[in-house]
């Protein structure tokens, strides 16, 4: 084989690089590098220009390598990947050298320091990509169908979009009806217009559409495969009614005698029976069975609802169901939970009656919850003359979390006008800060504000109901330092209501790991790119819309459900996706047969072969982590793109003096 | 490496390219100050990390190395890491026998929000390596070739 030869190119990025790298001096040292026939330095590799001159210079030069120091590759690997290919040189031959996140802008006092850091990538990278071997993408077929977990508003959105554009989808909500929290709500702001009257619509359409299965109580077990090829296990729990039968007549949920406390649709504050159906628009309109609770199966007494059921839809002996489905992609749409307002016990709620969460509010004022919109303190009947609202409970707070819940404000504006309209009661809203961020919602606030709701700026530190003065007496005491006033105020009232945060679910951690996804600082699935690819994760063919992702408002849900569904629907088009060549390989001439590597590898990828007595890499499920390459004893296992060789040479490479450009030691 | 009083060592770092690496990216991005001591090396796992390459890096001068992955838990291929665990267990017990002091090749989980956890453990291990001093595999084993052992293996 001819000799390598290899270009450099070292990135300004402007002053990012330039401000703290001696960029053209490293660009200058390179040309001394083994095989280095060009060494250039550039404002904006990225840019056009940038591109076209390795392309430029591919041809003229005849390079066979291309090495690119500038930012992290996982900001443009492809960028070059693809000026190599037009060029005509197969883009795996290019390798990358991170200088701006990994020297410039973490030693941005110390020039030397950076620059020999700069240096060292450099050579790293030139000792590397000689030793590259040309790769071609994987191209795998993606099957049409997609999943959705999760049919909140998100979820649903996307599930309609996909279903709308001729595709199946099978949506997998763990609850017994779709609607996630936006079913709970009576209002929805900025525009209050009712969100019964604007999501039972979108719940009817799930329900009833032709490319749409729905499964409701279940819950998705194991996920195997790979982007195009997903194998979903679904279990769907028995609902002990049979959904062929019955009508959603309600005559079982009437008869049966087990009241139930509700904490999931009525927010702890109303009751249901032990046979229910969530609220009265859910989608699918059959109840279930809570066996938790359901006298028959903890006595084996009662049978009322079999009894009374006029189409004999009820089915005591009813098992679960297991459901293997075959899907090309999945969004996740799993929403979240709010905060335990008893995590901050100086608030009362849970031992002071009339403290009240956001979401118990909701239902108070819905009318459809438990007092049928009546907002009324806990004993059921008294309105209340004055109100407090607590913004930013377990928000904005080192002591739980870091992160703003993003609605509370405009939720709490809601909270005001309804109170004000319908008890005419005085309003308090204690805020840190209004953010009222998006189209509309600023006007909201001073409608609100208009509206004669009381602004006062500070943390409370107290909720108590210990009377200092008369008009204390039978009263709850906000206790805040007004930080306009600058003085400790406390304001008697009769209702708190603590706008309580956004939190991830519970089991986020759980369902991430199955799935393949991460989870970030603040506990939410993490996003491919926080800003450039806010939809995507880190494994492809897995999306993320709505607040699993971050915590938001439904306009911003409906957009990410949206979102992901128009990535699912342009991988669908495609009808192919390629996929990185990064994958084990077992030259099984010299395999050994020991078959240490057949249980290392976490995706049963290797089989062995019998009649051979050698092992074998299944590439479409190999996702190229490199244990086994890194763990056969006999070292016949090579790691596409990260093979023995091209790691041992970066080691070299890195070592280099970059004083003296040579290895720091001799090769011994 | 070599000194006229100060001694800046050299690490060379093998970071798995989905939790450690992009929190050395973040520490970019959010612009976390660090001694630039650290060279690294981007591998898809830890899991990948062959005990040979540590060795290598050593043989040819570093004062240490710095492996990071992602938390035990969350290995973006399940369960890299914890293979990383026992191999590493291995190979500190090989280099203790050499005399190598365990500060000098050290593990460490660092997430891919967590940039100021990976900054904050290469300035930490670089004033544990200043310490110590050089390494100077070279001049301290001259007879020592760990690699050359593993490439006859290899031939
Ligand atoms: C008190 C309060 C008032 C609010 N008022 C407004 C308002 O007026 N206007 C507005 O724009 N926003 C409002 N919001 C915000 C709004 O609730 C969210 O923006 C919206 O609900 C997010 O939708 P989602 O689909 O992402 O999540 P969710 O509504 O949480 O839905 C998630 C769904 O996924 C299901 N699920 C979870 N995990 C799994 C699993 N592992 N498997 C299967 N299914 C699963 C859940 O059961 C649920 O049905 C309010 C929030 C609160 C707390
Ligand atoms: S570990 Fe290596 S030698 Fe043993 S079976 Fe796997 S490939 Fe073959
Ligand atoms: S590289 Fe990883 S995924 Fe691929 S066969 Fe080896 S152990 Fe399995
Ligand atoms: S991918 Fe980070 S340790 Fe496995």
Redo the contacts with the bound molecule.
């Keep these: 084989m001819s000799e390598p030869r290899v270009g450099v190119y070292v990135c300004h990025c402007g002053h990012n690089i330039a401000g703290t790298v001696d960029v053209q001096h490293v660009a200058e040292w390179a040309m001394g590098l083994p095989n280095v026939v060009i060494a250039r330095d550039n404002k904006f590799m990225c840019a056009s220009t940038g591109q076209e001159q390795v392309e430029e210079d591919i041809k003229q030069f005849e390079l066979t390598h291309v090495v690119v120091a500038s930012c992290s590759p996982h900001m443009h690997e492809k960028t070059f990947r693809n000026a190599c290919a037009r060029a005509g040189l197969n883009p795996y031959l290019f390798e990358m050298a991170n200088i701006r996140e990994h020297a410039s802008w973490v030693h941005p006092n110390d020039r030397e320091g950076a620059t020999n850091k700069a240096k060292a990538l450099v050579s790293a990278a030139v000792h590397r990509v000689v030793h590259q071997q040309p790769l071609e993408p994987m191209k795998v077929d993606i099957r049409p169908e997609t999943l959705v977990?999760?049919?909140?508003?998100?979820?649903i959105q996307a599930a309609l979009e996909i279903a709308d554009a001729g595709y199946h989808v099978y949506l997998?909500?763990?609850?017994p009806s779709?609607?996630?929290?936006?079913a709970m709500?009576d209002?929805?702001?900025p525009t209050l217009d009712c969100a019964a009257c604007i999501l039972t619509p979108k719940m009817f359409d799930v329900g009833g559409h032709p490319n749409i299965t729905l499964l409701t109580y279940s819950?998705?077990e194991k996920v195997d495969g790979y982007v195009g090829n997903f194998q979903v296990r679904v279990r769907k729990k028995a609902r002990m009614v049979d959904e062929s039968l019955c009508t959603g007549c309600g005559t079982c949920w009437e008869k049966c005698p087990i009241k139930v406390v509700d904490t999931v649709w009525e927010a702890g504050l109303g009751y249901r029976k032990a046979i229910y159906r969530p609220f009265p628009q859910a989608v699918p309109k059959y109840p279930v069975i809570d066996i938790e609770n359901c006298t028959y199966f903890k006595t084996g007494k009662c049978r009322m609802c079999e009894k009374v059921c006029p189409t004999n839809a009820i089915n005591y002996e009813m098992q679960d169901e297991i459901i293997d489905l075959e899907v090309g992609n999945i969004i996740l749409?799993?929403?979240?939970k709010?905060f335990d307002a008893r995590r901050i016990p100086q608030y009362g709620y849970g031992r002071l009656e009339n403290v009240f969460t956001?979401?118990e509010f909701?239902r108070l004022t819905n009318a459809s919850g438990p007092t049928e919109g009546k907002i009324v303190l806990r004993d059921g009947e008294t309105t209340p003359q004055t109100v407090a609202i607590v913004h930013c409970v377990g928000s904005r707070d080192r002591n739980y979390n870091t992160h703003c819940s993003a609605?509370c404000c405009?939720?709490s504006l809601?909270f005001a006008h309804l109170v004000m309209e319908k008890t005419g009661a005085k309003v308090y809203n204690f805020y840190i800060d209004m953010r009222p961020l998006h189209k509309g919602y600023e006007e909201f606030y001073h409608r609100i504000m208009e509206e004669g709701a009381t602004f006062i700026r500070g943390k409370v530190s107290e909720i108590t109901d210990v009377p200092r003065t008369p008009e204390e007496e039978d009263k709850l005491i906000v206790v805040c330092e007004d930080t306009l006033l600058g003085r400790q105020r406390r304001v008697p009232v009769d209702m708190v209501i603590l706008a309580a945060g956004?939190e991830p679910?519970a089991?986020a951690q759980e369902?991430a790991h199955m799935f393949g996804v991460g989870c970030g600082e603040t506990g939410f699935f993490i996003e491919r790119h926080p800003k450039l690819d806010p939809v995507a994760t880190m494994t492809e063919g897995v999306f993320i819309a709505?607040?699993?992702q971050g915590a938001?408002?439904?306009?911003d849900?409906v957009a990410q459900g949206a979102a992901a569904a128009a990535r699912v629907l342009g991988t669908i088009n495609q009808r192919q996706v390629t996929l990185e060549p990064i994958r084990a390989s077992i030259d099984e001439e010299r395999c050994s047969g020991c078959r240490i590597c057949n249980n290392l590898c976490p995706y049963n990828a290797i089989d062995f072969i019998e009649e051979k007595g050698v092992s074998r890499v299944n590439p479409a499920l190999c996702k190229g982590c490199g244990t086994c390459v890194a763990a056969c004893p006999s070292q016949v296992i090579t790691g596409a793109h990260f093979t023995f060789e091209q790691i041992m040479a970066e080691i070299d490479g890195i070592m280099i003096d970059v004083l003296s450009d040579r290895p720091v030691v001799e090769a011994v | 490496m070599s000194d006229n009083g100060t001694f800046t060592p050299v690490i060379v770092g093998f970071l798995c390219n989905w939790c450690s690496y992009r929190a050395a990216d973040l520490a970019g991005t959010s612009r976390m100050g660090y001694p630039a001591t650290l060279r690294d090396i981007r591998i898809m796992c830890t899991g990948r990390l062959d005990p040979t390459f540590v060795l290598r890096a050593l043989q040819k001068g570093a004062d240490g190395v710095l492996i990071m992955g992602c938390h035990p838990g969350q290995c973006h291929y399940q369960e890299g890491n914890y293979k990383a665990i026992r191999r590493f267990a291995l190979l500190r017990r090989t280099l203790r026998q050499l005399g190598i002091e365990d500060e000098r090749v050290q593990l460490h989980w660092a997430s891919a929000a967590e940039g100021v956890r990976f900054a904050e453990t290469v300035a930490r291990m670089t004033e544990q390596i200043k310490q110590l001093g050089p390494l100077d595999w070279p001049r301290n084993w001259p007879n020592e070739d760990p690699y050359a052992v593993e490439e006859a293996v290899h031939e």
Excluded at chain 1, 178 to 182: A, C, L, N, S, V
Excluded at chain 1, 333 to 336: F, L
């Design positions: 977990v999760g049919g909140g508003i998100a979820g997998v909500e763990r609850e779709i609607g996630g929290h936006m709500f209002k929805t702001f819950e998705v749409a799993t929403g979240y709010l956001s979401l909701e609605i405009m939720s809601k956004l679910q089991d369902v709505g607040a699993c938001k408002d439904i306009p849900s």
